[in-house]
């Protein structure tokens, strides 16, 4: 069984701090796929990074990084500079990578950027 | 590039009324379609997936039904809700030419009163 854990229920920073959202997880799968979502308050989940489980390069988008560590089962997602328009509810995902392709999500964090 | 309809954006129900809540995907064919419900401070959970016309899989035992009548429409429906029904039902369509993998409609969230 797959299975997401997001420790972290809330966070809250002051603007231009960066913050660390954590993501462990649990398969029996060798490959496999892990995804982070954003979710305003608007209630649509926006994609933000789709990540190889046979790819281990971290990946920098912007003020967006993200630390894929495959031997602990991570797949941390840091906010650098934080802004107050990154509040919002940060999920974590996982997928085989074959299959029927659902996805596993985690309980969400709950991210406030305070002016 | 693929686009999840829902509707309504938000509904109020009473105890023990039907529901019909719809989904349909643009721009794609044969999409893998997914319905997910979050609970009020609560993560995303699955609910029924279908691969195909006709073809429903649940998740979770609950008073909750999931059809796919044609390929680009699923519908989750209910015979009467109950209070623990209420939450934010999001519509998701997987299609293989997308690198991401997964489009969400905008979602629906109802409240049972």
């Known amino acids: 069984a797959q299975k997401v854990t997001q420790a972290q229920t809330e966070i809250s920073v002051v603007e231009k701090e960066d913050v660390t959202l954590d993501c462990v997880y649990e398969t029996r799968d060798t490959t496999y796929y892990l995804f982070w979502y954003k979710q305003p308050p608007s209630g649509e989940l926006v994609f933000l990074i789709r990540?190889?489980?046979?790819?281990?390069q971290n990946e920098i988008s912007g003020r967006y990084s993200w630390n894929f560590q495959k031997s602990t089962s991570s797949f941390n997602f840091t906010i650098t500079a934080s802004q107050v328009v990154d509040s919002a509810v940060y999920f974590c995902a996982l997928r085989a990578r074959f299959g029927n392709e659902k996805l596993t999500f985690g309980t969400g964090t709950r991210l406030t950027i305070i002016p | 590039s693929q686009t999840i309809h829902q509707w309504p954006a938000t509904l109020v129900q009473p105890v023990g009324s039907p529901l019909s809540l719809e989904c349909t995907v643009e721009g794609t064919s044969n999409p893998n379609l997914y319905w997910y419900r979050q609970a009020a401070g609560r993560g995303l959970q699955l609910l029924f997936y279908?691969?195909?016309?006709?073809?429903i899989s649940s998740e979770v035992p609950q008073n909750l039904s999931a059809s796919r009548p044609q390929d680009r429409q699923f519908i989750l429906s209910s015979k009467k809700l109950l209070l623990s029904d209420s939450g934010f039902y999001l519509c998701a369509g997987k299609n293989r030419q997308l690198s991401n993998g997964y489009t969400f409609g905008s979602g629906t969230r109802l409240t049972v009163v």
């Open positions: 990540r190889n489980s046979f790819d281990e």
């Open positions: 279908s691969v195909g016309i006709g073809q």
